[in-house]
C-alpha cells in the first residue's frame, strides 16, 4: 500500500527553522517527483518545492528561493523540506506528495499525497 507521511512541523518564531519529513512506503523513490505543497486558510494549495528523484533537479517557488531546501536520503526512503528563515506567509498545513509531474505545481499531476502537518510561525 502507497503511503507518505508528513512530520515534522510545529509552532516556530519568525526566523526560525524547521525541517520536515516526508516518509514514503509502498514504493521505493526513485522513479518519481515528490513535491510540498502548502495551503493557508482561505487560500488554495499551492506548491513550494519538488525534487525529481530520478534525475535529482529540485524546483522552488519564488517565495522560498534561498531560504528553503528539499532533499533526501535514499536509505530510509524519504524526503526532506528545510526551511530557514521563516516569517508569519509560511504559516500553512504542509503536504508531500508524488507523481510524475510534468508541471509541478499543478496539484492534479500527483497521486498520492501525505496527511499533511501545520507549521505555524508566530512570535
Known amino acids: 500500500q502507497v503511503q507518505l507521511v508528513e512530520s515534522g512541523g510545529g509552532l516556530v518564531q519568525p526566523g526560525g527553522s524547521l525541517r520536515l519529513s516526508c516518509e514514503a512506503s509502498?514504493?521505493?523513490?526513485?522513479?518519481?517527483?515528490i513535491g510540498w505543497f502548502r495551503q493557508a486558510p482561505g487560500n488554495e494549495r499551492e506548491g513550494v518545492s519538488c525534487?525529481?528523484?530520478?534525475?535529482?533537479?529540485?524546483y522552488y517557488a519564488d517565495s522560498v528561493k534561498g531560504r528553503f531546501t528539499v532533499s533526501r536520503d535514499n536509505v530510509k526512503n524519504t524526503v526532506y523540506l528545510q526551511m530557514n528563515n521563516l516569517n508569519s506567509e509560511d504559516t500553512a498545513v504542509y503536504y508531500c506528495a508524488s507523481g510524475q509531474p510534468l508541471d509541478w505545481t499543478d496539484t492534479s499531476e500527483y497521486d498520492y499525497w501525505g496527511q499533511g502537518t501545520q507549521v505555524t510561525v508566530s512570535s
Open positions: 525534487i525529481n528523484l530520478a534525475h535529482g533537479s529540485t
Open positions: 509502498g514504493f521505493t523513490l526513485d522513479d518519481y517527483g
